[in-house]
C-alpha cells in the first residue's frame, strides 16, 4: 500500500493505543491522525491545497515515494531552485498565525521551533526526489503528535 506524506487529517472524537511504523502508516492506514491527537491544526484553505497536492502528485508518482513527497512539497512551494526548503514557505502553511487554536493554544508554542529543528536535522541534498521532503515530514509530526496534550490523545502513537 502507498504510504503518503500529507498535512491534512480528519478529526474524530476518540483515541487509543496505535502503533504504526511510520506518519506515513498513520495516513494510509487510518485516513486520519486523530489517533495521535485529537485537535484540528490546519485551516481549510491548506487542506485543501494538500488534497490537491496529493492527487496531482499520485498521477505522476505513483511508485516513488520520494518523489512523490518531492512533489507534493514543490506545489506547495516550499523548496528552492535547488530543491531545498524555504523556512519562510513552511511557516506560512505551520507558523503560529496559521495553525488553529486561541493565541495560548498548543501548537502555537510549539510548532516554528519544531520547523526548525526539523530543518537542522536535514542532509541538505539537492536535486529532485531527495529524501528530505520524506525526512522534514517524518520528523515534524513525530514532534507536534508527541507534544499533543494527554487529553486530546497526545502519546498514544509509537512511532
Same mark, same amino acid.
Given at each position: 500500500m502507498l504510504r503518503l506524506f500529507v498535512l491534512l487529517g480528519v =478529526?474524530? !472524537? =476518540?483515541s487509543y493505543q496505535y502503533e504504526v511504523t511510520s506518519f506515513y502508516d498513520l495516513i494510509s492506514k487510518t485516513g486520519n491522525w486523530s489517533h495521535c491527537c485529537n485537535d484540528r491544526f490546519l485551516p481549510e484553505s491548506v487542506w485543501h491545497q494538500a488534497k490537491h497536492n496529493t492527487d496531482l502528485c499520485l498521477e505522476r508518482f505513483p511508485n516513488n515515494l520520494h518523489c512523490f513527497d518531492h512533489c507534493w512539497m514543490r506545489l506547495f512551494e516550499i523548496l528552492d531552485r535547488k530543491e531545498r526548503f524555504i523556512k519562510s514557505a513552511l511557516l506560512e502553511y505551520l507558523g503560529r498565525d496559521v495553525l488553529l487554536g486561541d493565541e495560548n493554544d498548543w501548537k502555537k508554542d510549539v510548532s516554528e521551533r519544531f520547523v526548525s529543528e526539523c530543518l537542522q536535522q536535514l542532509s541538505n541534498s539537492s536535486g529532485q526526489c531527495n529524501p528530505d521532503a520524506r525526512s522534514w515530514g517524518v520528523c515534524y509530526w513525530k514532534k507536534m503528535f508527541g507534544a499533543c496534550p494527554a487529553e486530546l490523545g497526545g !502519546?498514544?502513537?509509537?512511532?
Open positions: =478529526f474524530v !472524537g =476518540f !502519546g498514544t502513537c509509537k512511532f
